[in-house]
Nanobody, 123 residues
């Protein structure tokens, strides 16, 4: 079973930046980033397909967040710039071993989840 370990969360002021990391212990077909704010449902942020490297972003983060990978380290990153208080959430990475032509940001598409890392943006 693939294990996912996230890191990089923290406290930052509005307009600041953070970079999250998700290290995977094995091969996956797609990786997704999700977040969950207190009292809200978990929502998809971005995803990346292994076979073609295509990346999708939620509208709320387009132009501010960038997802990329380091194949040598089997690690995926989420660079978050121009952070806003509404980005405050626990961020999770998730992985699936099943191939799909396009990755998705629905929770049901992922079987393995990391432990989550807290991101807090102060106003």
């Amino acid at each position: 079973q693939v294990q996912l370990v996230e890191s990089g969360g923290g406290l930052v002021q509005t307009g600041g930046s953070l970079k999250l990391s998700c290290a995977a212990s094995g091969s996956t077909e797609a990786i997704g980033w999700f977040r969950q704010a207190p009292g809200k449902e978990r929502e998809g942020v971005s995803c990346m397909s292994r076979w073609d490297g295509r990346i999708l972003y939620a509208d709320s983060v387009k132009g501010r967040f960038t997802m990329f990978r380091d194949n040598a380290k089997n690690t995926v990153f989420l660079q978050m710039n121009s952070l806003k208080p509404e980005d405050t959430s626990v961020y999770y990475c998730a992985a699936t071993r099943f191939w799909r032509p396009v990755c998705g940001v629905r929770q049901a598409e992922y079987e393995r989840w990391g432990q989550g890392t807290q991101v807090t943006v102060s106003s």
